[in-house]
């Protein structure tokens, strides 16, 4: 049986935005959602793809040979856990005692074999290991992670099943079912929501996944992340499900998650800064 190997749609560096720390996030292809406001849809197709930003197109007929504008560029390659971890150790030195490497996605379970592995290596490596996962895969795929993962970051998209299978294609019910069962695993876990005008950004639904995330024993905090057109700049072939939708109004989220941090037992984060005091 020959190596294990992952396809890769992007390692970024010095990231501050998935989990704790400084971080580096290794993004896997392949995601079995089709969220509406989805920001990376180049990481959908498993397969290696060209991605198109047509605002940064200067129309020079030169595509095959190259796109010397940076509009056309191919995302994802085939790598070993070496090769990426050559990556990832580059910037150790940085992490400290939060920081360490995030596997995203995607939906990383997509490709476990490899997500799997490269979780083992980090670990070996003595990284803290952070994993961002839709958490709506079998237990018997993303079990196999949890002897190598420091923390579990899982979306709850809507608490309405019918606004779930709407807005993302697929039932919310085994995520919760699977986020309950990995806590009770004793795995540490962050809960967040993209809070997204039309969908999900109001108060009965924003309330219902916050009193959720309150009952979970092994819970960290619960962030709220507001709603960005992104992956609106990016053209591929399977990207005709991502919508555009009106900015959020902050000011009105915040204020929610202010109500909130009265009555909840739990830290509660915007775009990771931190509400009132715990």
């Given at each position: 049986?020959?190596?294990?190997?992952?396809?890769?749609?992007?390692?970024?560096?010095?990231?501050?935005?998935?989990?704790?720390?400084?971080?580096?996030?290794?993004?896997?292809?392949?995601?079995?959602?089709?969220?509406?406001?989805?920001?990376?849809?180049?990481?959908?197709?498993?397969?290696?793809e060209y991605v198109v930003n047509p605002k940064l197109c200067i129309h020079c007929g030169y595509c095959e040979q190259g796109c010397y504008s940076g509009a056309r560029r191919l995302c994802g390659r085939a790598m070993?856990?070496?090769?990426?971890?050559?990556?990832?150790?580059?910037?150790?030195?940085?992490?400290?005692?939060?920081?360490?490497?995030?596997?995203?996605?995607?939906?990383?379970?997509?490709?476990?074999?490899?997500?799997?592995?490269?979780?083992?290596?980090?670990?070996?490596?003595?990284?803290?290991?952070?994993?961002?996962?839709?958490?709506?895969?079998?237990?018997?795929?993303?079990?196999?992670?949890?002897?190598?993962?420091?923390?579990?970051?899982?979306?709850?998209?809507?608490?309405?099943?019918?606004?779930?299978?709407?807005?993302?294609?697929?039932?919310?019910?085994?995520?919760?079912?699977?986020?309950?069962?990995?806590?009770?695993?004793?795995?540490?876990?962050?809960?967040?929501?993209?809070?997204?005008?039309?969908?999900?950004?109001?108060?009965?639904?924003?309330?219902?996944?916050?009193?959720?995330?309150?009952?979970?024993?092994?819970?960290?905090?619960?962030?709220?992340?507001?709603?960005?057109?992104?992956?609106?700049?990016?053209?591929?072939?399977?990207?005709?499900?991502?919508?555009?939708?009106?900015?959020?109004?902050?000011?009105?989220?915040?204020?929610?998650?202010?109500?909130?941090?009265?009555?909840?037992?739990?830290?509660?984060?915007?775009?990771?800064?931190?509400?009132?005091?715990?």
């Amino acid at each position: 049986m020959g190596e294990v190997k992952g396809i890769v749609a992007d390692i970024q560096r010095m990231s501050v935005h998935d989990g704790p720390g400084i971080r580096t996030t290794v993004f896997l292809k392949g995601c079995n959602m089709r969220c509406a406001w989805c920001h990376n849809p180049e990481t959908v197709k498993m397969q290696p793809e060209y991605v198109v930003n047509p605002k940064l197109c200067i129309h020079c007929g030169y595509c095959e040979q190259g796109c010397y504008s940076g509009a056309r560029r191919l995302c994802g390659r085939a790598m070993t856990k070496e090769e990426v971890m050559e990556q990832v150790l580059l910037d150790a030195p940085y992490y400290g005692s939060d920081g360490g490497v995030t596997i995203s996605g995607g939906e990383p379970f997509m490709q476990t074999d490899f997500t799997v592995t490269l979780c083992r290596a980090a670990k070996q490596a003595g990284l803290h290991v952070g994993l961002e996962t839709n958490l709506s895969l079998p237990r018997t795929l993303w079990e196999q992670a949890v002897p190598y993962a420091d923390l579990f970051m899982v979306d709850i998209k809507c608490i309405s099943d019918d606004l779930h299978q709407k807005y993302t294609g697929i039932s919310n019910r085994h995520i919760l079912e699977n986020i309950r069962t990995l806590d009770d695993l004793g795995a540490k876990l962050i809960i967040r929501t993209p809070a997204v005008p039309g969908v999900n950004a109001c108060e009965e639904e924003i309330w219902q996944i916050g009193e959720f995330a309150s009952r979970l024993k092994n819970l960290l905090y619960y962030e709220l992340l507001p709603y960005h057109p992104l992956g609106l700049s990016k053209t591929v072939e399977d990207s005709g499900f991502v919508r555009q939708f009106p900015l959020p109004d902050k000011k009105q989220l915040r204020q929610i998650l202010e109500r909130m941090d009265k009555k909840l037992n739990m830290e509660l984060r915007f775009a990771n800064i931190k509400i009132g005091a715990q």
